[in-house]
C-alpha cells in the first residue's frame, strides 16, 4: 500500500472541488458575500445535529436530507436578504456574518444535548478529504453535475445579477428568482462538499482561486475561470504531494500552500509596474521586515522554552522505546505469577482466604483451595475461622478430599 | 545435482551456466529465506501503552509503532496519510476495541489490510476479559454517554493493564507462533514485574499475583487485607508498591476533568462522580462550577485529577476558587514506559495526599 494510491482517491476529490467552487467563488466575489457559504456550511451542520437529535445518526442517510432542506432554508433567507439589506444601506455581509454566529450558536445549544453529535460537528468542520473513497468521487460527480446543468441553462442570466443586480432588474430580469436559484444551487454544492472536505477547506476552494485569477485578470468571466481551474489543479497536486512528502494531513496542507501561492502573488503584483530601482528597495524592505520577525519571535521564544517539556512531545508516530535491559535481566523462575510454595502455615492460611475471596462461585472455591500442597491443619482452621456459607462448604469438601488423598 | 550431471555433454557455454547453477539453487533461498526468518512481527498499536506492552513481550521480534501519540487526546485523532499506511503494513494491530478509537475503522477501511481485521489473527482486542464498568443501562446516549460498551480508559488500572499483556501475548503468538515461547516467558516476566511494583514483593509472595489481581478487580482488596490477620498483624501491613504508596487515597472522592479514571476509582474505592465537564465535551456552565465547588467543600476534596490533554484553565479556575491541588499527569504512557507513567501517578497524588513521598 503505498502513499500514492492512498491520495488518489482523495485527490480526485480534490479536484472536483476545485472545478465546482472556482466557478461560485467568481460568483461569490463578484456579490461580495464571502461568508456566505460558511452560513451555509453552519445551517447545514445545524441540521445535522437537529437530525441527530431526532434519531438519524450522520451516517444516515436521512441526515444528509436534514442538512439539504436546512441549507435551502438557509438559501431562501439569503435570497430575501438582498433587497432588504440594500434598501437600507446595510451591507449584506453584515446579515450573513449574523446568520453564520446564530446558525453557530444554537448548534452548540444542540449539541449540549446530543454530545456524541458533537464529535461529528467538529469531524465536518475539520473534514475528512483523507478517507475520501472511489464511490465518493462519482457521488460528487453527480451532484456538481447536477448543479453544473442548472448553471448551464440559467448561467448568462446569474451572471448578469451577479455583476450588476440593479441592471439586471432594469432589464426585467426577476433578481429574488435569480438569487434564490443560484442560492439554492450553491447550497447544495456547499452542503455535500463540507462533508467531504470540511468548512475550512471549502472556503479556500471558494475564494482563493477566485481571487487569484481576478487579481491577474481584469478579463471575463470565462477567462478567470480558466485561470482559476490552473491555479487550483496545480495547488492541489503540489499540496497532496507536500502532504505525502511531509506526512501532513491533506486539507490544511493544501490551505497552507494556497497562503503561500496568495503571498508570492501578492508580492509579485507590489513589485511589478514600479521601477528597478524602487522594486530592489521593496525586496530588500520586505527581506529585512521577515527576518526583524524571525529574530523576535525567537528571542521572545527562548526564555519560556521547558526543556523537560520539549523532550516529552516527541514526534507523532512516536517510536517506543525498547526494554531497559535491567528489567529483563533481572527476573529468576520464582517471581512465577502463581505464589510460591511455601511451607509457612501463616502465609498458606492468607493464601488461602484470599483465594476463596477472590473466587467467583462454589466451584471456582472449590478449586481455590483444592491445593495438594496445603496442610490439612491450615485447612482445618480456615473452616473453624470461617463465616460464610459458600466458604465453609467449600472447605468442608476441601478437607473430605484432602484426608483422603493424605491417607 | 544429478541431472546436472547427466548434460554433461552440453557446450561450453552452457555448462559454464551449469556449473553455476547449484550455486544459485542454494543460495537463492538462502537469500530470500534468511531476511524473512528474521523479519520481526510489525505491531502497530493505537495507543503507547499497547505499544510498550508489545515491545516488552516481543523485544526484539517485533517492531512497534503507534497511532495516537502520548499526550493527546485518544477521541480525536487527526488523520494522517502515514496512519493507513502503518495499518497496511502491520501484521498485528492492537486497539481497545472499545469505541474509544473511533477514528479507526475509517483507518481500517482505508488500509485494506484483512489480516488485521476485527477477529482476524491479526488483530488484538485490548478490552477481552476486562471487567468493564460504567456500562449505559440504555444505550440512547442520554446521559451524555460517549461510550455505549463502558468506560474505555482501561489502562488507568495497573490490574487491567495485566489482563491486556496476557491479550497482547497471545495475539503475538497467534501471528508468529515458532516464537510462543519467547512471548510466553517474557509476558510471565513483565507480569510478575507488574505485580510487585502494584503489591510490593512481600505481599506477592504471600498471596500470588493472580490471587491479588483477582481481589482488586472486584473491589474486595482493601476489605480483605484490611480485616485478614498475618502473623500478629493486619495483612495490610505487608502492602507496598503503588497500592501501599496510595493507601491514604482509599476511599477518597476526588474532583476528574473528564470520565477517564474509573478502573482506578475501583481499584481505590474512590469517588469520583464529580466531573467538571458537564459531559463529554460539553463545556461547564456556571452553575455547574458552583455545584463542582460546593461538592468539593462537601466531600472534603484534596485534589482535582485530570490528564495533561484536558483543559488546563478550567482545572486551574476550580482548583484556585476551592484552594485545592491538582495532578494533572498524561493518561498514556510516553517512552519511558507504563510503569514510569503509573510511578508518576502515584508520586503526585501522594504528594497532594500529604503522604510518603
Not at chain 1, 524592505?285 to 526583524?292: E, R, S, Y
Not at chain 2, 542454494?26 to 505491531?43: E, M, W, Y
Request: charged share 15%; aromatic share 6%.
Amino acid at each position: 500500500m503505498s502513499m500514492l494510491e492512498l491520495l488518489a482517491a482523495p485527490l480526485g476529490v480534490a479536484l472536483l472541488l476545485v472545478g465546482i467552487h472556482t466557478y461560485f467563488g467568481l460568483h461569490i466575489l463578484r456579490r461580495g458575500v464571502i461568508f456566505v457559504d460558511l452560513a451555509l456550511a453552519q445551517i447545514a451542520a445545524l441540521g445535522g445535529l437537529v437530525a441527530f437529535l431526532v434519531g438519524l445518526p450522520p451516517d444516515n442517510p436521512g441526515s444528509e436530507a436534514f442538512s439539504l432542506v436546512f441549507a435551502l432554508g438557509g438559501a431562501v433567507l439569503l435570497a430575501a436578504m438582498r433587497p432588504r439589506a440594500h434598501g437600507r444601506g446595510v451591507p449584506q455581509e453584515a446579515l450573513i456574518g449574523l446568520t453564520y454566529a446564530f446558525a453557530s450558536a444554537l448548534a452548540l445549544l444542540v449539541m449540549a444535548e446530543a454530545p456524541e453529535g458533537a464529535e461529528h460537528l467538529r469531524e465536518s468542520l475539520t473534514g475528512t478529504l483523507l478517507w475520501a473513497e472511489g464511490g465518493d468521487i462519482l457521488k460528487a460527480a453527480a451532484v456538481y453535475a447536477g448543479v453544473a446543468l442548472v448553471h448551464v441553462i440559467y448561467g448568462r442570466t446569474i451572471l448578469k445579477v451577479s455583476e450588476d443586480a440593479e441592471a439586471a432588474a432594469r432589464a426585467g430580469v426577476k433578481v429574488s428568482l435569480v438569487d434564490f436559484i443560484f442560492y439554492a444551487t450553491f447550497a447544495v454544492t456547499v452542503t455535500h462538499s463540507v462533508r467531504i472536505a470540511g468548512v475550512l477547506l471549502v472556503f479556500v476552494f471558494l475564494v482563493a482561486p477566485a481571487t487569484l485569477a481576478m487579481t491577474w485578470s481584469r478579463g471575463g468571466f470565462r477567462r478567470q475561470l480558466i485561470i482559476g481551474w490552473v491555479v487550483g489543479l496545480v495547488v492541489c497536486v503540489a499540496g497532496m504531494a507536500a502532504s505525502v512528502a511531509g506526512d501532513l494531513t491533506a486539507g490544511p496542507t493544501i490551505i497552507a500552500v494556497y497562503a503561500l501561492v496568495l503571498a508570492v502573488s501578492g508580492l509579485i503584483r507590489w513589485l511589478m509596474g514600479v521601477s528597478a530601482p524602487v522594486r530592489t528597495q521593496r525586496l530588500a524592505g520586505v527581506l529585512a521586515v521577515t527576518g526583524a520577525v524571525f529574530a523576535i519571535l525567537w528571542g521572545v521564544r527562548a526564555p519560556f522554552i521547558d526543556h523537560h517539556d520539549h523532550e516529552a512531545h516527541g514526534g507523532a508516530l512516536l517510536e517506543a522505546s525498547p526494554a531497559p535491559p535491567e528489567h529483563a535481566a533481572d527476573h529468576g523462575p520464582e517471581h512465577a505469577p502463581a505464589a510460591a510454595p511455601s511451607n509457612d502455615s501463616d502465609v498458606l492460611a492468607a493464601r488461602l482466604s484470599a483465594a476463596l475471596m477472590a473466587a467467583d462461585g462454589p466451584e471456582d472455591k472449590l478449586a481455590a483451595c483444592t491445593d495438594p500442597s496445603m496442610p490439612v491443619t491450615v485447612v482445618a482452621a480456615a473452616l473453624a475461622s470461617s463465616t460464610d456459607a459458600m466458604d465453609k462448604a467449600a472447605l468442608t469438601r476441601c478437607l473430605e478430599t484432602l484426608s483422603h488423598a493424605k491417607r | 545435482m544429478q541431472t546436472h550431471e547427466g548434460k554433461m555433454t552440453m557446450t561450453t557455454l552452457k555448462q559454464s551456466v551449469l556449473t553455476l547453477l547449484p550455486i544459485f539453487t542454494v543460495a537463492a533461498p538462502l537469500a530470500f529465506s534468511a531476511p524473512a526468518a528474521q523479519a520481526k512481527v510489525k505491531v502497530v498499536a493505537t495507543l503507547a501503552d499497547y505499544s510498550w506492552v508489545a515491545q516488552q513481550i516481543g523485544g526484539e521480534l517485533v517492531t512497534t509503532s503507534v497511532l495516537c501519540p502520548s499526550g493527546q487526546d485518544p477521541h480525536f485523532l487527526a488523520p494522517r496519510p502515514s496512519y493507513a499506511v502503518e495499518i497496511g503494513n502491520a501484521d498485528l494491530l492492537i486497539s481497545t476495541g472499545l469505541d474509544l478509537e473511533l477514528w479507526l475503522n475509517a483507518l481500517l477501511d482505508k488500509a485494506g489490510n484483512n489480516k488485521v481485521l476485527p477477529g482476524q489473527p491479526g488483530f488484538v482486542r485490548a478490552a477481552d476479559g476486562v471487567p468493564l464498568l460504567e456500562v449505559p443501562v440504555s444505550a440512547d446516549r442520554s446521559q451524555g454517554d460517549v461510550h455505549v460498551y463502558g468506560n474505555p480508559h482501561l489502562n488507568t488500572s495497573p490490574m487491567n493493564l495485566r489482563i491486556i499483556v496476557h491479550n497482547i501475548a497471545l495475539g503475538l503468538a497467534r501471528v508468529d507462533p515458532a516464537h510462543t515461547s519467547d512471548y510466553v516467558a517474557r509476558e510471565k516476566h513483565l507480569i510478575a514485574e507488574l505485580d510487585e511494583r502494584a503489591f510490593g514483593k512481600e505481599l506477592v509472595a504471600i498471596l500470588g499475583g493472580d490471587t491479588l489481581a483477582k481481589l482488586t478487580l472486584k473491589g474486595k482488596l482493601w476489605s480483605f487485607l484490611g480485616e485478614r490477620d498475618y502473623k500478629g498483624q493486619k495483612l495490610i501491613a505487608v502492602l507496598g508498591g503503588w497500592y501501599g504508596r496510595l493507601r491514604p487515597l482509599v476511599g477518597q472522592s476526588l474532583v476528574a476533568y473528564h470520565r477517564n479514571w474509573a478502573y482506578l476509582a475501583r481499584d481505590f474505592d474512590l469517588d469520583v462522580s464529580t466531573t467538571v465537564e458537564v459531559k463529554p465535551a460539553v463545556a461547564p456552565t456556571a452553575g455547574h462550577v458552583a455545584e463542582v465547588l460546593a461538592a468539593i467543600e462537601r466531600k472534603h476534596i484534596k485534589f482535582v485529577l485530570a490528564t495533561s490533554y484536558d483543559n488546563a484553565a478550567q482545572i486551574e479556575t476550580v482548583a484556585r476558587r476551592a484552594n485545592i491541588g491538582t495532578v494533572v499527569v498524561p493518561l498514556h504512557c510516553g517512552p519511558q514506559g507504563y510503569f514510569a507513567l503509573i510511578d508518576g501517578w502515584v508520586a503526585a497524588m501522594s504528594k497532594q495526599l500529604g503522604g510518603a513521598q
